[in-house]
């Protein structure tokens, strides 16, 4: 297709890179995140490592 005006190559360009972002964004945007418990957030604080040298 090499005999395509400039312009309709912009503007698949345009339209292609517009449609990329927008299935980004519903994709990161419709993932629900599980919320960590506080439990294991606090083991984890209070586990310290014991470094014998």
Do not use: E, G, H, R
């Not at 698949?12 to 990329?20: A, D, G, P």
């Not at 990161?28 to 418990?37: A, E, G, I, L, V």
């Amino acid at each position: 297709m090499p005999q395509m005006a400039p312009i309709n190559w912009l503007i698949l360009f345009i339209v292609f890179s517009i449609t990329l972002i927008i299935f980004n964004i519903m994709n990161y945007f419709c993932f629900f995140y599980s919320p960590m418990k506080t439990s294991k957030n606090l083991n984890m604080k209070s586990n310290k490592l014991n470094w014998k040298w």
